[in-house]
């Protein structure tokens, strides 16, 4: 877990852009470079405190500093949050982003992700099954250009992947379970 602040909001159209400062850097002054740890955290939305709602993580700066902040549109409104310290006045703890369903390239490739590993004797396949629908009736959904391939068998296998609270899985999950008797992890079954 880490701890951010919410520092700025901002509405952003096209050629307007409204002074702000993150960190007393002025983001729409700066080209954003978005990190790769953490790429995201997830946040309670400021106005609907039951849907959580995931921030890019970026750096700005110029020859005097460097600022890490968290950012996320909606409706046309940035918000912008910065790194802060438990018992800073409005900070929070952020949750970071967990995977499921995720594998490497290739089985050589040194990966955070493991291989997939079918599990013929998995007993809960079909209970899992009927809940990942359930999950993925109501989870957000983000499209992608391209399709992803199982490492198993080759077969195209979607090209979005769902979010849920702070759980993202590729949309190809549910074959490497139906067709390959992949089971879950632990974290991610229950």
Known sequence: MSVWCLVAESCAYLYVKEAISVGGLNPWDHQWVTLEEPKFVVVLAPSFPSRYVWLGVYEIGDAQRRVKFAACQRNNIWSFYVPA??????????????HGGYWPTSKDQPSKFPWPIPDPAWLGKTAFLSRLDKL???????????????????????????????????????????????????QFED
Do not use: M
């Open 136 to 186: 993925e009736a109501t989870a957000e959904r983000v499209y992608y250009s391209g399709k992803s391939f199982c490492r198993l068998c080759g077969c195209q296998n979607g090209s979005q992947e769902f979010r849920f609270d702070d759980w993202v899985w590729p949309e190809g999950y549910r074959h490497y379970i139906t067709d390959h008797y992949v089971r879950p992890s632990e």
């Open 85 to 98: 310290s438990l018992g800073t006045p409005g900070s929070f703890e952020a949750k970071t982003v967990k």
